[in-house]
């Protein structure tokens, strides 16, 4: 299996709802990263968790909340969403080459076809 | 500043005729590097990378791109376009002391049939 599978494929929300985007891999990769892409812009980096813990958070709002559950699965809670957030949110996942604290070899990231969000 | 640059938002190209896109990066050394296309409404695929070695990489769909260290440059080419090439192209560079990937602004690519 060499996909990462994102759901739902497109969500639709108001400002006071709650909700969450869902990521799956099985493809034993151990680091897994949220990026938020806008139209006609590249992907930028949101959070990044390797070996199941946060590793980096891009200074998102907090109404942002990643979870990590298990190595397989990341999801996103949404929660008092801006207009200004609709986008689409892609997540992706690689090995993570990280050894005894050290980056070695190079982030190769699978992404999956995104969830798109539109806050109302 | 450290930054990954693509100098052309847009270009159009006829049905087999060649591509070039063009990538240029400013790090202090020299980092992975990686091409990804998008379709639209898709996530992003890999078509290529860069770690070291032969600076002629080859990729899928017939892509290849040549690492120029002393243009601080990773274009990417194709020696035939197909209507499915259209799509947006980012250029990418992994900074080995980060958890990051970060990504040019793109080339979008309108093939004419």
């Known amino acids: 299996d060499t996909e990462v599978t994102q759901t739902p494929k497109h969500l639709v929300m108001g400002m006071t709802n709650k909700k969450s985007l869902k990521c799956e891999q099985h493809?034993?990769?151990?680091?897994m990263y949220w990026y938020k892409q806008k139209a006609k812009k590249p992907p930028e980096l949101m959070f990044v968790?390797?070996?199941?813990?946060?590793?980096i958070n891009e200074s998102v709002p907090s109404r942002f909340s990643p979870e990590c559950p298990n190595s397989s699965l990341l999801n996103l809670h949404l929660h008092a969403l801006q207009p200004e957030d609709s986008a689409l949110y892609l997540c992706?996942?690689?090995?993570?080459?990280?050894?005894?604290?050290?980056?070695?070899?190079?982030?190769?990231?699978?992404f999956g076809a995104g969830s798109r969000l539109t806050v109302l | 500043a450290q930054s990954v640059t693509q100098p052309d938002i847009h270009i159009t190209v006829s049905e087999g005729a060649s591509l070039e896109l063009r990538c240029n990066y400013s790090?202090?050394?020299?980092?992975?590097l990686f091409w990804y296309v998008q379709s639209p409404g898709q996530g992003l695929q890999l078509l290529l990378k860069?770690?070291?070695?032969?600076?002629l990489v080859q990729g899928i769909k017939g892509f290849e791109a040549e690492f120029k260290r002393s243009q601080s440059s990773f274009n990417l080419r194709k020696p035939s376009v197909h209507w499915s090439d259209a799509a947006e192209y980012f250029c990418?560079?992994?900074?080995?002391?980060?958890?990051?990937?970060?990504f040019g602004p793109g080339t979008s690519l309108s093939v004419i049939p």
């Open positions: 992706a996942s690689s090995q993570d080459v990280r050894i005894q604290g050290e980056h070695s070899g190079a982030n190769v990231l699978t």
């Open positions: 493809m034993g990769h151990r680091a």
């Open positions: 968790y390797s070996y199941e813990k946060l590793s």
């Open positions: 790090y202090g050394a020299t980092p992975y």
């Open positions: 860069y770690f070291s070695g032969d600076t």
């Open positions: 990418a560079v992994d900074k080995t002391s980060y958890d990051k990937v970060i």
